[in-house]
């Protein structure tokens, strides 16, 4: 089945600067992949996501990125507040899998003010 | 209503209770999962099920016992749990059928279980 490793498991920040985490999967099949994030004590929501027919795709001061070919992708997150202080995790699917999102294991951001 | 509520909580049992967890979401959404997730870890997907059918079980023991009564609704039915099953539970939706993978999954803010 589908691997997703996530890099780093955590990572601290000065406020402003840019945060940069990795994920990459086995699979070549998976075309789908969607960013969450994860307060404390609260529920996972999606921040980005991008499919395979795309290289990058930016929100504001979010922006993921996607190499195919390596099988990897990451997040970036520029300007950084206290507020994106959480946990995000990366995740990865493929049509055949359904619904079925495989996670990484997960980046624990800290921005320092 | 666009979010996804979960009840109770939180929610502490013995090992010999049956109890139950409730997900309810009005998005008008066909596709509901429960995830399990311990602390420092990422969602473990459970079940999901697709048009009120059971489509995805990911070989979860048979003390969890999942069950959808309308297209609304999801509950999990717990029992003879042990201690290890304690971590919080998410429900989830999706908007379309099995094999729309890259629908956005809308996560309910879970419960709390503690199995002493």
């Known amino acids: 089945g589908e691997n997703v490793e996530q890099h780093p498991s955590t990572l601290s920040v000065q406020e402003g600067d840019s945060a940069v985490i990795k994920c990459t999967y086995s699979?070549?099949?998976?075309?789908?992949f969607p960013w969450y994030k994860q307060e404390l004590g609260k529920r996972p929501q999606l921040i980005i996501d991008i499919r395979s027919n795309v290289g990058e795709k930016k929100d504001q001061r979010i922006a993921v990125t996607l190499n195919k070919t390596a099988k990897h992708f990451s997040l970036h997150i520029t300007e950084t507040q206290p507020e994106d202080s959480a946990v995000y995790f990366c995740a990865a699917s493929k049509e055949a899998a359904g619904n079925k999102l495989t996670f990484g294991g997960g980046t624990r951001v800290l921005v320092k003010p | 209503d666009t979010e996804v509520t979960q009840t109770p909580k939180h929610l502490v049992m013995g090992m010999t209770n049956k109890k139950s967890l409730k997900c309810e979401q009005h998005m008008g959404h066909r596709a509901m999962y429960w995830y399990k997730q311990k602390a420092k870890k990422p969602p473990e997907l459970m079940f999901v099920y697709s048009y009120e059918k059971l489509s995805i079980n990911e070989s979860v023991p048979s003390r969890f016992s999942p069950e959808c009564p309308n297209s609304s609704l999801l509950n999990l039915h717990l029992h003879a749990l042990q201690p290890e099953d304690s971590a919080l539970y998410l429900c989830a939706s999706s908007q379309g059928a099995l094999a729309t993978h890259t629908d956005t999954q809308y996560f309910g803010p879970g419960t709390r279980l503690t199995v002493l």
């Open positions: 699979d070549s099949a998976s075309n789908y």
